[in-house]
């Protein structure tokens, strides 16, 4: 019997709940799912135990000025596919990595510190890949919708609607890329929760205090305040099949810029849309889509994707292993070690802003010389 044989129904609606809201308390989750909280526990730990889901807080790199996003594409030589993917995964500013069938062979999604700094993060990234015979760079500029804000569609609407309160979602799309206001400027202690919340997105508040060097008090004021202005999301990190769905892929749309938005937000509202972004470059729509059944997949390209305005061109890319998502390595990545390279950041680049509520003395490493979060009994997943 495969792992995937082991998951109950109730499993899925429990991974359910927690896609919707990533620290949505076990008592409020039982009720939505109709079981015990102590059953609704002991399965979602067994779910941990097999590496089937996972809670991480995730934060807005556009709006907490830490980056941008770039999709990139990359043909490789025959047979060497699975081996750029590996290699991908393990680099740190690769958030989110994946083999491909169809017209392109892997994709990954890169966070540069600017759009200036592509061309140098592509050249690190292949120097070790000569099996790499043609990298295509898409710029985010804005996101449609994206993974935290996906509804599996397999809970009643009350229950979706109760568990979405206090998110953070705010009506907003996560990394929309909409900057008419300033950054929101993370300091050394919001850094050091996000991290350890980077690791295991349920931890208590107190042992998060803990591990951040810090008060439960802070702690719990700074997520709120984190989650208010859309800079942290919790995000739950499951494999499609966990939730019933067969077939994940990427889809890229040439639109006519006239049509974009509107196309956009048509594609975004589809309940197969997991992330929906406009690009620069060749594709200026790039989607992470998720269907239930292979058979699905003729559909939703003629009806779907045929029914939407100004589409010149698309193409589809069907997703064989994903090795990397939120920069936490998948139970199919290669690595020894699954805890995310830089936490929910991407590699640190400059010194971030001094911590204004600490008490007058109190001596901290800037950013870029924070330690890895050393991990404690009982607390790493």
């Given at each position: 019997?495969?792992?995937?044989?082991?998951?109950?129904?109730?499993?899925?609606?429990?991974?359910?709940?927690?896609?919707?809201?990533?620290?949505?308390?076990?008592?409020?989750?039982?009720?939505?799912?109709g079981?015990?909280?102590?059953?609704?526990?002991?399965?979602?730990?067994?779910?941990?135990?097999?590496g089937?889901v996972?809670?991480?807080?995730?934060?807005?790199?556009?709006?907490?000025?830490?980056?941008?996003?770039?999709?990139?594409?990359?043909?490789?030589?025959?047979?060497?596919?699975?081996?750029?993917?590996?290699?991908?995964?393990?680099?740190?500013?690769?958030?989110?990595?994946?083999s491909?069938?169809?017209?392109?062979?892997?994709v990954?999604?890169?966070?540069?510190?600017?759009?200036q700094?592509?061309?140098?993060?592509?050249?690190?990234?292949?120097?070790s890949?000569?099996?790499?015979?043609?990298?295509?760079?898409?710029?985010?500029?804005?996101?449609?919708?994206?993974?935290?804000?996906?509804?599996?569609?397999?809970?009643?609407?009350?229950?979706?609607?109760?568990?979405?309160?206090?998110?953070?979602?705010?009506?907003?799309?996560?990394?929309?890329?909409l900057?008419?206001e300033?950054?929101?400027?993370?300091?050394?202690?919001?850094?050091?929760?996000?991290?350890?919340?980077?690791?295991?997105?349920?931890?208590?508040?107190?042992?998060?205090?803990?591990?951040?060097?810090?008060?439960?008090?802070?702690v719990?004021?700074?997520?709120?305040?984190?989650?208010?202005?859309?800079?942290?999301?919790?995000?739950?990190?499951?494999?499609?099949?966990?939730?019933?769905?067969?077939?994940e892929f990427?889809?890229?749309?040439?639109?006519?810029?006239?049509?974009?938005?509107?196309?956009?937000?048509?594609?975004?509202?589809?309940?197969?849309?997991?992330?929906?972004?406009?690009?620069?470059?060749?594709?200026?729509?790039?989607g992470?889509?998720?269907?239930?059944?292979?058979?699905?997949?003729?559909?939703?390209?003629?009806?779907?994707?045929?029914?939407?305005?100004?589409?010149?061109?698309?193409?589809?890319t069907?997703?064989?292993?994903?090795?990397?998502?939120?920069?936490?390595?998948?139970?199919?990545?290669?690595?020894?070690?699954?805890?995310?390279?830089?936490?929910?950041?991407?590699?640190?680049?400059?010194?971030?802003?001094?911590?204004?509520?600490l008490?007058?003395?109190?001596?901290?490493?800037?950013?870029?010389?924070?330690?890895?979060?050393?991990?404690?009994?009982?607390q790493?997943?």
């Amino acid at each position: 019997m495969g792992v995937m044989d082991r998951v109950t129904p109730l499993d899925r609606a429990i991974v359910a709940a927690l896609q919707l809201n990533g620290r949505a308390p076990w008592n409020e989750i039982a009720r939505h799912v109709g079981a015990e909280p102590r059953t609704v526990m002991r399965r979602a730990a067994r779910l941990e135990e097999l590496g089937l889901v996972r809670v991480v807080g995730f934060v807005d790199v556009l709006r907490c000025g830490l980056g941008v996003p770039v999709q990139v594409r990359y043909r490789c030589r025959p047979g060497t596919a699975s081996h750029v993917a590996d290699t991908l995964a393990a680099h740190p500013q690769m958030r989110f990595v994946a083999s491909l069938a169809g017209s392109t062979d892997c994709v990954a999604e890169m966070v540069v510190p600017r759009y200036q700094d592509v061309g140098r993060v592509l050249e690190s990234a292949l120097g070790s890949l000569p099996e790499v015979s043609e990298a295509e760079s898409l710029p985010v500029l804005h996101t449609f919708t994206s993974a935290p804000d996906w509804d599996p569609g397999l809970l009643e609407e009350p229950a979706v609607e109760a568990l979405r309160v206090g998110t953070g979602a705010g009506g907003q799309p996560f990394e929309s890329g909409l900057r008419e206001e300033a950054s929101e400027a993370l300091d050394e202690i919001d850094v050091r929760i996000v991290r350890v919340l980077g690791e295991s997105g349920r931890m208590p508040f107190k042992d998060v205090a803990e591990r951040a060097d810090c008060s439960e008090r802070t702690v719990g004021r700074r997520v709120e305040r984190l989650l208010n202005t859309g800079c942290l999301r919790f995000r739950t990190l499951a494999e499609p099949e966990v939730l019933d769905y067969e077939v994940e892929f990427m889809l890229w749309l040439a639109v006519d810029p006239a049509e974009l938005d509107r196309t956009g937000r048509a594609l975004a509202a589809h309940p197969s849309t997991k992330y929906l972004a406009a690009t620069a470059g060749r594709y200026n729509l790039v989607g992470q889509m998720v269907l239930r059944r292979y058979g699905e997949l003729y559909p939703y390209s003629t009806e779907v994707v045929g029914g939407l305005p100004g589409v010149r061109a698309a193409d589809l890319t069907l997703q064989l292993r994903t090795l990397k998502r939120a920069w936490t390595p998948t139970r199919y990545a290669p690595l020894d070690d699954p805890r995310p390279l830089h936490g929910p950041l991407p590699p640190p680049t400059t010194n971030l802003p001094p911590a204004t509520d600490l008490p007058a003395g109190t001596d901290l490493p800037p950013a870029t010389d924070l330690p890895p979060i050393p991990a404690s009994g009982g607390q790493r997943p």
